[in-house]
């Protein structure tokens, strides 16, 4: 049990420490630049949460992942000149690819009167709603009132019935 725990507290050293490298941003530096290292942070974060999720118990688990919700949710707060942009973000219906993993597609509409990236942070979850995987996916420049469309994976195998959500989106 206790070597789970550590595996837990691991992955959320790693999250909090992606959100910490981002407090030393400059105001000099493009917002893409800051929203790159936030996602970039946030999804090793998911990803080491999703390694540990698989092997932990059931409340270290629980504790692993609110812990990595609140650290992605800051490191996304952290992105300067990133926008609101959760209305901008539509999910199709998920499917199971050939390797076990659940995917969906993102559309993304920008509404905006210049051309703007994306960070999103989407959940899925069990049917219930219990939060299984979280990814942070990149969405590349989008023209202004121009669709995107990019295809989110969970980062580990995932069974029953899978429902995404919009977590957070940050337009920049």
């Not at 076990?100 to 009167?113: F, I, K």
Request: charged share 15%; net charge positive; proline share 2%.
């Amino acid at each position: 049990m206790k070597r789970q725990v550590n595996r837990c507290v691991s992955a959320v050293l790693v999250i909090m420490a992606g959100g910490a490298g981002l407090t030393g941003c400059s105001s000099n530096r493009p917002a893409g630049s800051a929203a790159s290292s936030a996602a970039s942070a946030a999804r090793s974060g998911a990803s080491a949460v999703a390694s540990a999720a698989s092997s932990a118990a059931a409340s270290a688990v629980s504790s692993a992942v609110a812990s990595a919700e609140a650290a992605a949710e800051a490191a996304l707060a952290k992105v300067k000149g990133g926008l609101n942009a959760k209305a901008d973000v539509t999910l199709g219906a998920v499917v199971t690819s050939s390797g076990g993993r659940a995917e969906v597609p993102v559309n993304v509409t920008n509404h905006d009167s210049k051309a703007r990236r994306y960070t999103i942070l989407i959940n899925f979850n069990d049917q219930s709603g219990n939060l299984l995987d979280m990814i942070v996916l990149d969405v590349p420049e989008t023209a202004a009132g121009g669709t995107a469309h990019a295809t989110a994976r969970s980062n580990r195998n995932l069974t029953g019935t899978i429902t995404t959500e919009v977590r957070n989106a940050l337009r920049y």
